[in-house]
């Protein structure tokens, strides 16, 4: 007995390790069962014909459950044993799904983090593929994530600026702050002001600007920001020499170039990406 625990315990380092297969000869690993084969060998042509136009790469590694380990440092540990990507362009990705965890993750090379920068990811991964997931249909949430995977290789991603405002929450945030400003902006425009002698249609037209720019998101609330501005008397604050007619700084200004950005991702192995849950 004694020496089947001394065994048991040699070969925990190795059990550990050994969580995930080696580099696989397919796109798709799916030890968890979730794909019939004829699903597994549509993902798997799809992703190999992808590789021979763009030399790209995409992997796809479905296992049941992280086994105590943290998705984003295990994720890492798989992209760099299995080597995803070409050499030289670290141009790959890797698709991990944990299936009883319910969670997975889209982790990126670093030659493609510019095309697919970690706010694609998460937005691919939250708006196509977790619906699917949380029907455990997986094969139809992986075909659709890996499509917009493909095209925005190779093509440019431009968010729309209104897309923070697409959730609940966020519209309850927009509408609020608008809220404020339309109140803080009526507030200005009625009190009694003998500087300022504006007739009531006056009063009235810049009322119903504000209402309507109260409903816009974002939009509106910067053209309410404006309005503001041009109700309220900016006083400029200028510094003159003693001839009187000459601008005089009263200090100077200018940029440091002690310090400068560093970063970029993950290097050459990867690090990007995002993970999300259903």
């Not at 006083?235 to 001839?243: P, W």
């Not at 170039?257 to 050459?268: E, L």
Request: proline share 3%; no cysteine.
């Amino acid at each position: 007995m004694l020496i089947l625990r001394l065994l048991l315990f040699l070969l925990l380092p190795f059990q550990l390790s050994a969580q995930f297969p080696e580099r696989p000869s397919n796109y798709v690993t799916d030890e968890a069962g979730v794909l019939s084969r004829e699903q597994e060998q549509a993902l798997d042509s799809k992703l190999r014909d992808f590789e021979k136009k763009s030399s790209n790469q995409i992997f796809v590694y479905i296992a049941s459950t992280l086994n105590g380990n943290t998705l984003e440092p295990f994720s890492q540990e798989i992209f760099q044993k299995w080597q995803i990507g070409s050499k030289g362009k670290d141009n790959g990705v890797l698709i991990a799904v944990f299936v009883k965890d319910q969670t997975f993750r889209i982790h990126t090379g670093y030659g493609l983090e510019g095309n697919l920068p970690d706010v694609l990811t998460k937005k691919i991964q939250d708006e196509t593929m977790r619906p699917f997931f949380k029907q455990n249909d997986f094969y139809t949430g992986l075909d659709k994530g890996i499509d917009e995977l493909i095209y925005y290789t190779a093509h440019a991603y431009s968010p729309n600026l209104l897309s923070w405002f697409s959730g609940i929450k966020n519209l309850w945030i927009a509408y609020a702050l608008n809220a404020f400003l339309l109140i803080t902006f009526l507030y200005d425009l009625f009190k009694k002001d003998p500087t300022k002698k504006r007739t009531l249609s006056n009063k009235v037209l810049l009322s119903s600007l504000s209402i309507i720019a109260a409903l816009i998101p974002l939009f509106g609330t910067i053209g309410l920001i404006f309005l503001h501005y041009l109700i309220t008397d900016k006083t400029q604050s200028k510094s003159y020499g003693s001839s009187g007619g000459s601008f005089r700084s009263s200090g100077s200004s200018s940029f440091s170039s002690g310090s400068g950005f560093s970063g970029g991702g993950g290097g050459r192995s990867g690090g990007g990406g995002s993970s999300s849950s259903w």
